[in-house]
């Protein structure tokens, strides 16, 4: 990705940073200090996030919009400024258009029942990148077999990016929605979002942006990028796990109907009959994740206090030393675009080696990297491989532990060879 020319913050303070992470300063593994390299699938918690949620259970637990005690009070007020956050983070116009959610499968699959399901029917059109989480293609087969609106696939290129020539060629007036990922979890390739809103949009569809990836490691501004769904999970974004959000374009509020049945999105219940609040109330049934949306609140005041320009900057350095280290291993190939247009993202393969075996000989030295399909089988036929070796990297990553990864990367190597 490029990043600006803006002053970062001096590279000591991320060193400084790091010690914010107590899993990550503190952890062996077998004796060997962890080097964690698979942050995308999920972050480390910084002590903030950590004391916050502990705070909440000894000081604030309580159940938000259910009471007139202080606590519940309390309680209402922080997740209501937690929304507020959130709504501030992704630059969204209000703070109604920010639904919370378990995560991005969660808030990927309300868009597909609350509205999918609603609004879809026979000869419509879902189209689908080769290069999504099996989050953002199996619920639009749920979908379609329910309404019979039809999957067509925008193909992606040998680098692994899109070309807007074959999105052109797809979408139709049959299309209502066109569904992609801003980062790939496997590539890091960075989708140009806002030229396939543009595109989707001149022909009456709809866009939702799974925005997994790029919230944690990029500025999001969803004013700029158009999008009419944008997912973010909060345990990519160095907070706990179990929550996250959906933004919903408040344009689109008359076309969404109710995702789970219960307390707190109703107006009024007869034995009868059930009508219902608005977005986001209407979304959000039952007791929502309190603790979780208290450690996202501290997550996000965190992230932001650093600064994401400041974020992205570095891990778009460690990213190029990490390039190098990979590329410099014999028989290793490596996924993806060019480093101007990807996250610090690196899939590769060898070409004897299964990436399962490589993960395992580096796990003995301590460095946690991810191998598999990645949830992206598509992703994987499109290649024509089963599976890769997959190393994503943090700001509070260090280019002494992407040595000491290349050192045990060639190891590894030697050691299947021999
Ligand atoms: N989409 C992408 C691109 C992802 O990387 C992930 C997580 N691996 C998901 C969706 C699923 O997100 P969550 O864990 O919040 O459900």
Same mark, same amino acid.
């Given at each position: ?232 999970? +909060?345990? $990519?974004? !160095? /907070? @706990? ?6 933004? =919903?374009?408040?344009?689109?509020? &008359?076309? #969404? %109907? ?72 014999? +028989?290793? $190939?490596? !996924? /993806? @675009? ?6 610090? =993202?690196?899939?590769?393969?060898? &070409?004897? #080696? %299964? ?64």
């Amino acid at each position: 990705m490029k990043t600006s020319k803006l002053p970062s913050i001096k590279k000591a303070d991320f060193k400084k940073i790091r010690n914010d992470f107590p899993l990550i300063v503190n952890t062996l593994v077998r004796g060997k200090k962890l080097i964690y390299l698979n942050n995308a699938a999920t972050t480390q918690k910084p002590q903030v996030v950590i004391d916050a949620i502990n705070n909440y259970y000894e000081k604030e637990n309580s159940n938000a919009n259910r009471g007139a005690d202080y606590l519940s009070e309390q309680l209402t007020i922080k997740c209501e400024q937690t929304r507020q956050k959130i709504k501030l983070y992704l630059n969204a116009r209000f703070t109604e258009e920010i639904v919370f959610t378990r995560g991005t499968t969660e808030a990927i699959n309300l868009v597909a029942y609350s509205w999918g399901f609603y609004n879809l029917k026979k000869g419509d059109e879902i189209i689908i990148s080769e290069m999504e989480h099996h989050s953002n293609i199996v619920p639009w087969h749920i979908i379609s077999r329910l309404t019979g609106a039809k999957i067509r696939k925008l193909a992606i290129e040998n680098d692994g990016t899109i070309k807007l020539d074959n999105l052109k060629k797809l979408l139709n007036k049959n299309t209502k929605l066109v569904t992609i990922v801003h980062v790939s979890n496997v590539l890091g390739t960075v989708n140009n979002i806002r030229e396939i809103c543009d595109l989707a949009h001149e022909q009456g569809a709809y866009v939702l942006t799974d925005g997994a990836q790029s919230s944690g490691h990029m500025k999001i501004d969803l004013q700029e990028l158009g999008s009419d769904f944008f997912t973010i999970s +909060g345990h $990519k974004v !160095y /907070g @706990p796990t179990g929550i996250g959000a959906l933004y =919903i374009k408040k344009e689109m509020f &008359d076309q #969404i %109907h109710p995702f789970h049945g219960g307390g707190h999105m109703i107006k009024k219940v007869t034995i009868e009959d059930s009508n219902y609040k608005d977005v986001p109330d209407m979304l959000e049934a039952g007791t929502m994740p309190l603790a979780e949306i208290v450690g996202l609140s501290s997550a996000l005041d965190y992230v932001t206090d650093i600064d994401m320009e400041n974020i992205t900057k570095w891990e778009m350095e460690l990213g190029a030393y990490a390039y190098d280290v990979i590329r410099k291993v014999r +028989g290793i $190939k490596i !996924y /993806g @675009p060019s480093l101007d247009k990807k996250t610090a =993202i690196f899939s590769f393969t060898h &070409d004897e #080696i %299964h990436p399962h075996d490589i993960a395992t000989v580096l796990d003995y030295e301590g460095i946690a990297i991810r191998a598999g399909h990645h949830c992206t089988q598509p992703l994987m036929n499109r290649f024509g491989i089963q599976a890769t070796a997959r190393v994503s990297l943090s700001f509070y990553n260090t280019k002494e532990e992407i040595d000491r990864f290349g050192v045990a990367l060639e190891k590894a190597v030697s050691f299947f060879k021999k």
